[in-house]
């Protein structure tokens, strides 16, 4: 799997991969800047092909989408909620209930049901898409055909080589290996720590849940203004 903006962050606070000398505001930033400069190299991974999933950055063609993006980093790093209200729609889309605006985005920010400081540094990992509109889309995958007949019961492998294993254990024997695709859920998802899916080529097995994410998880579309980049829709399910 990728190693994530929050892992990143970490590593870098401990000095693990900072510059030392430099102030904790610049190697914070930098380090943010690194691991989403990081998403345009994923092509090639450990010898391997990148799947056809695999983080993509068509973004920073974009005026100030790469500002925008450091941006919003160093936010999710600092858990900065009034930084992240200034880059935010005053009327932000948060679900399909009629839960909008700032308001209820500070409040959901740090309930443990919704966890939205780490939904936001995951989407960060995922790469970023355009629209016919202009706008920004994070994750690149949600922008994309996945080809699927049911984006419910179809899950992203989150990585060039995550193992399908013939049982639910950590050292099943591997039957498959998937690359940045999606596979299909066999029993419907749930809290184990593996899941059941089908692959494309229709071999069975389990997969790590951690190494599995849902279509219709956490997306974020911003738009440009005359203020410059704002989020619009931060949302999950369909």
């Known amino acids: 799997m990728r190693i994530s903006l929050v892992v990143s962050i970490i590593a870098c606070l401990g000095l693990a991969a900072c510059e030392r000398g430099k102030p904790p505001s610049e190697q914070l930033r930098d380090s943010v800047e690194q691991t989403i400069e990081g998403v345009a190299k994923t092509t090639v991974s450990d010898g391997l092909e990148a799947g056809p999933f695999a983080p993509r950055d068509e973004c920073s063609k974009l005026s100030g989408a790469n500002e925008f993006r450091n941006a919003l980093g ?40 919704y966890r939205l400081w780490e939904e936001l540094g995951a989407l960060l990992d995922l790469g970023c898409a355009t629209n016919a509109e202009g706008d920004l889309i994070l994750p690149w995958y949600f922008a994309q055909d ?17 193992p399908v294993r013939r049982v639910a254990a950590d050292d099943g024997e591997v039957v498959e290996h998937v690359a940045w695709d999606t596979v299909d859920l066999v029993e419907g998802y749930s809290d184990e720590p593996f899941l059941k899916v089908r692959t494309r080529v229709g ?26 980049w704002m989020i619009e829709v931060f949302i999950a399910g369909d």
């Open 203 to 228: 071999r069975e097995g389990f997969v790590a849940r951690e190494q599995l994410r849902s279509l219709v998880d956490y997306r974020l579309i911003a738009r440009k203004g005359e203020g410059g």
């Open 146 to 162: 996945m080809k699927v007949d049911d984006a419910f019961g179809a899950m992203l492998a989150l990585g060039n080589k995550v």
């Open 74 to 113: 160093l936010i999710i790093a600092k858990r900065d909620a009034d930084g992240l209200m200034a880059l935010t729609d005053p009327q932000v889309k948060l679900d399909f209930g009629g839960g909008f605006g700032h308001a209820t985005l500070r409040e959901r920010l740090d309930d443990p049901q």
